[in-house]
């Protein structure tokens, strides 16, 4: 393991595999104990890696070594080259978002495509998170963004079978009650086309 509980409820010791150095995220670590979710201490201090205590992580140092042939790559062609991850499908009155995989930095771009176009066709998503295990601080504020632009259109944003991961993740981030959540896509469709627009008052 390459994260270790200080004590409970003070925080989370980072060990980095690339160097070996220490670091100590101070009262936020996203410590669970069944499934050592460390998510939020690592993008704390800045560091790159597993959402898990098991790691690998990687401090700031060490990760900008590692990428430098992609970024350069990356400027060269525009942005990131599509993976694949995220696929969107108009239905009669809502819009599906789906991705398989981690929601993650590699994987924003193409899923912030997805979301502003399902917007532009339906002011409600759901967005079916059955294949993504883990979500990041950036796949994160892509989500929020997304959901307040479908809040000012009188819409909303679905989430459908996320996994306990990003559950923790969205009650740490104090944005569990910010999302309605159904265990399938089928129930969330539902509801979807159950739910009246929502009220100009309530959208923020």
């Not at 009188?154 to 009650?177: E, I, K, N, Y």
């Amino acid at each position: 393991m390459t994260a270790v509980a200080v004590a409970v409820g003070t925080g989370v010791q980072l060990i980095c595999d690339g160097c070996g150095d220490l670091a100590v995220a101070n009262g936020c670590g996203l410590h669970d104990a069944d499934a050592d979710v460390v998510y939020v201490a690592v993008a704390e201090v800045g560091w790159t890696g597993s959402a898990f205590a098991r790691g690998p992580h990687r401090c700031s140092g060490c990760s900008s070594r590692i990428p430098v042939a992609r970024r350069s790559a990356e400027r060269v062609t525009g942005d990131a080259p599509p993976t694949g991850r995220v696929s969107r499908h108009s239905l009669s009155s809502v819009s599906l978002v789906r991705v398989a995989g981690d929601v993650d930095t590699e994987v924003v771009a193409e899923l912030r495509t997805a979301l502003e176009t399902a917007l532009a066709e339906h002011p409600r998503i759901i967005m079916d998170l059955t294949g993504a295990a883990t979500i990041d601080s950036v796949g994160l504020g892509t989500v929020v963004r997304a959901r307040q632009a479908a809040r000012r259109r009188g819409g909303d944003l679905l989430l459908a079978a996320p996994s306990r991961f990003v559950q923790t993740v969205l009650h740490t981030m104090r944005l569990d009650g910010a999302f309605p959540t159904f265990d399938t896509v089928p129930q969330a469709m539902s509801a979807a086309r159950a739910v009246a627009p929502v009220a100009a008052a309530d959208r923020r």
